[in-house]
């Protein structure tokens, strides 16, 4: 009997069975169990707080399970630290990359384990690129060993984690959110790298938001929520919208809100904008209207923004905001105008992360809260419980540092400025990148809502169905340019992927 | 639970100090003169502390402040000497004294000029500001020390019973925790030390922010070197050296962060009174002055230690 389970357990390149964990009264994982095929890929799906994290730590040696076995290969495996899963073939590929970046690709590939050289405490400088190619054109990549780090995209970085996995004799990759820093184009070199390896015979397990993706490229799929693993099984006939109610548990008729537009008038007109990244750039929004922009990484969609918002000065052109002239220098300058810029990058540009999470929502609205010296402080922390309620936002407090947030709460907080500001002009630059779908939701709705009370949205994203679900006209931008300006209803994802990427001949 | 590890330490590590040498040396230690004595000898660094606190919590330092300290004197005194001759009037040592605070506040402004407008990092700005003060008020006498003996009220004035310069110390710390709690120009100088992108894409006015960070540090240190001057009546050119040290150790002591974002008044007093405390019951116990630099080094990375520690913990749980 125990050894028909052995034999079976050794079908499986790795079996977690019946993983159970507590931190404190908190369960977070209660009897999972994730089994994986050797060379299959194999997606974990589930949203923020499902218990991804945690099961990730535990198959990275970081947390030891309450309750369950890791099984690898038919033996019983009990990693104490991250060498230790290492040491038996299982390597984590993080979302936050940990690569030096003033090395060469092969620097950071052999980093800590240099093939030694001729003379103690050398090493061969030689063997080490040699390895590298070799290591490279084993699984199929075409890379420089010579290349520093710091020049290469976030998706050859990618490709060099993997390949420090692989020197150091991985054979099963966790990847987490491989995708969440890359545009389309990126995105797809990515996901071509995931099957060469699991062609190769790699096996992957593979974690993402972006439900597109693991549909591609997935065989099998388990979904986690609430700690529990609620289903898993093969990936065929799986549609995004299986996958979405596993999640959520309930149907979701539709991520997006429906909306009657109702269009008034012209609430900005950009003619001829120009700063150091973006060229000639006119368009208009008027007031209730949600419009999207739409183009690569790099394409200038964040620079335009930027420029309108007073982050980078403008070179040329003229910026209307109802019928006046405007002229807006400093992000003070934009709010003073009712213009709010929420970031892209919420931890580097957006928010004080050690500080109270009312701090944070109320840094930019203090004068329009009547507190253009003195601080209220009883007053702020009502008005950010309210906006929080307003938000569904979900925290300890105001006063819990806005770090201690999830993604998606630490955006809503973002979000909070401009409901607490009153702000008119939303420009919104991937307000829904990296968090959870309850999240999106609610922001979605937000922004439906704001559009009927006749703000006017401008909203950058990578993410094309996101786009086509909740605005009104998409442009398109290229190189810093402005290619087309389109209605979203009478349009088709292809024809604003095929303008976006036209031409697109770099890497 | 750590939060309050961290913010309850300094001040428990305080009053531990101050119980054992009330138990040790009850006849010297555990008197209201001594206590007063601690208090005024407190007063001029601690003073200078407070203006330390925004500019760390900003995420800046500032090293010039020993030097500013001497400057602030030699300044304030070479115009009341030098107008009001030796024996200057009230309006005279007045006029000096505005002139002390006034060079307080420009040698803080020059710091933030080089902050912000050159781009410098305070910690390089303000090495340069440092030695670029200390040479003034060396070159100003040639060295020489200036006298005003009749310059006493900030040091050895009383009102009911107290020096007037714990006074002075009392209400900067009522008044310099106000701000920073309880201003927009106080929640900005966390912003900025939390994450100056962040602040500025909020819209805070970073450059002028810093400006009168760091020129209310420089108003602070010439207020203080006020009082030491009139501590000792007269101006010493090589006053405060090391001081911006010493400062420094009890902001950080008292919980602040030097990578910006962190920091108390209240913490900072902690820090300046639990140095100040050990300092004097190291005296009254006989450790020689030489033998205290190790104490004081062993509670600074004691202090910063225990620090790390429970910040550590507390970004593992969440």
């Known amino acids: 009997m125990a050894l028909c389970r052995l034999i079976e357990s050794a079908r499986f390149a790795l079996e977690m069975q019946g993983i159970g964990k507590s931190f404190g009264p908190v369960k977070a994982l209660d009897d999972v169990t994730l089994r994986v095929l050797p060379g299959t890929v194999h997606a974990l799906a589930g949203e923020n707080g499902a218990g991804k994290s945690t099961l990730m730590k535990i198959l990275a040696g970081v947390h030891q399970p309450d309750t369950g076995a890791i099984v690898r290969e038919g033996r019983t495996c009990s990693w104490k630290h991250p060498s230790d899963s290492l040491a038996d073939g299982v390597a984590m590929i993080y979302q936050e990359l940990s690569l030096a970046s003033d090395l060469t690709i092969a620097e950071n590939v052999w980093l800590g384990i240099e093939p030694r050289g001729a003379l103690p405490g050398t090493y061969s400088k030689k063997r080490m690129l040699a390895d590298t190619c070799a290591l490279a054109e084993r699984h199929g990549f075409d890379v420089d060993p010579n290349r520093k780090v710091e020049t290469l995209s976030a998706s050859t970085c990618q490709i060099v984690e993997v390949l420090k996995a692989l020197a150091r004799n991985a054979e099963i990759l966790v990847m987490d959110e491989p995708t969440s820093s890359c545009g389309r184009h990126e995105v797809a070199i990515l996901l071509e790298m995931v099957k060469k390896l699991s062609r190769a015979g790699t096996t992957i397990i593979y974690i993402s938001h972006r439900l597109e993706e693991v549909v591609e490229i997935a065989e099998y799929i388990t979904v986690l929520r609430d700690g529990r693993a609620v289903h898993t099984g093969p990936m065929e006939g799986l549609q995004i919208s299986d996958i979405v109610k596993h999640m959520v548990g309930r149907d979701l008729e539709d991520y997006f809100p429906k909306r009657k537009v109702e269009v008034g008038s012209t609430a900005l007109k950009v003619s001829g904008l120009s700063s150091g990244a973006v060229e000639d750039i006119s368009f208009d929004l008027r007031w209730g209207e949600i419009v999207g922009v739409a183009g690569l990484v790099g394409a200038g969609r964040t620079e335009l923004a930027r420029v309108l918002c007073g982050l980078d000065p403008s070179i040329g052109g003229v910026v209307e905001i109802d019928g006046k002239n405007v002229k807006i220098a400093t992000p003070a300058d934009a709010l003073a105008y009712g213009v709010m810029y929420i970031t892209e990058d919420r931890k580097r540009t957006g928010l004080c992360l050690e500080l109270p999470a009312a701090w944070n929502m109320t840094l930019p609205c203090l004068v329009e809260l009547g507190m253009k010296h003195i601080l209220h402080l009883g007053r702020e922390n009502t008005i950010a419980d309210e906006t929080a309620g307003k938000l569904s936002l979900k925290w300890p407090g105001p006063g819990a540092p806005a770090g201690a947030l999830s993604g998606g709460n630490q955006q809503k907080l973002l979000l909070g400025r401009a409901l607490i500001a009153g702000s008119r002009l939303w420009v919104l630059d991937e307000p829904t990148r990296g968090i959870d779908i309850a999240a999106k939701v609610d922001i979605y709705e937000l922004i439906g809502r704001m559009a009927a009370e006749g703000k006017a949205v401008l909203i950058i994203s990578s993410d094309l169905p996101e786009l086509f679900g909740i605005t009104d006209r998409i442009l398109v931008m290229r190189r810093g340019r402005l290619v087309a300006d389109l209605v979203t209803s009478e349009t088709a994802p292809e024809a604003v992927m095929q303008l976006a990427a036209v031409a697109e001949g770099r890497t | ?318």
């Open chain 2, 1 to 318: 639970m750590n939060k309050l590890v961290r913010e309850v330490l300094p001040f428990g590590s305080l009053i531990l100090v101050i119980a054992i040498l009330s138990l040790w040396q009850p006849d010297s230690f555990l008197t209201l003169d001594n206590f007063l004595n601690v208090l005024r000898r407190s007063s001029v660094y601690g003073i200078i502390a407070v203006g330390m606190t925004f500019v760390i919590i900003s995420g800046g330092i500032d090293l010039s402040v020993g030097s500013l300290l001497a400057l602030c004197g030699m300044a304030a005194a070479g115009a009341m000497i030098g107008l009001g001759g030796e024996h200057p009037s009230v309006g005279m040592m007045v006029m000096g004294t505005a002139v002390g605070l006034l060079a307080g506040a420009v040698g803080g402004l020059i710091s933030g000029a080089l902050i912000t407008k050159l781009k410098l990092q305070p910690f390089i700005a303000t090495l340069g500001t440092m030695s670029l003060y200390r040479g003034i008020a060396l070159v100003m006498y040639d060295g020489q020390p200036i006298n005003v003996s009749s310059y006493r009220y900030l040091g050895e004035g009383t009102l009911v019973g107290i020096p007037i310069s714990v006074f002075l110390f009392l209400a900067v710390i009522a008044l310099a925790g106000a701000i920073l709690q309880f201003t927009r120009f106080g929640r900005h100088t966390y912003a900025i030390g939390s994450n100056v992108e962040a602040a500025h894409h909020a819209g805070v006015r970073v450059d002028r922010t810093l400006l009168g960070i760091y020129t209310l540090g420089g108003l602070l240190t010439g207020l203080a070197a006020m009082i030491a001057m009139s501590r000792t009546v007269s101006a010493q050119p090589t006053a405060g050296v090391g001081a911006e040290l010493d400062v420094i150790a009890a902001v950080v002591i008292g919980g602040a962060s030097l990578s910006g974002g962190r920091g108390t008044i209240t913490g900072t007093i902690v820090g300046t009174l639990l140095i100040s405390f050990l300092r004097n019951g190291c005296t009254l116990v006989g450790v020689s002055t030489n033998a205290q630099l190790i104490v004081i080094g062993v509670v600074i990375v004691l202090a910063v230690a225990v620090d790390q520690f429970t910040r550590g913990k507390a970004g593992e749980a969440a």
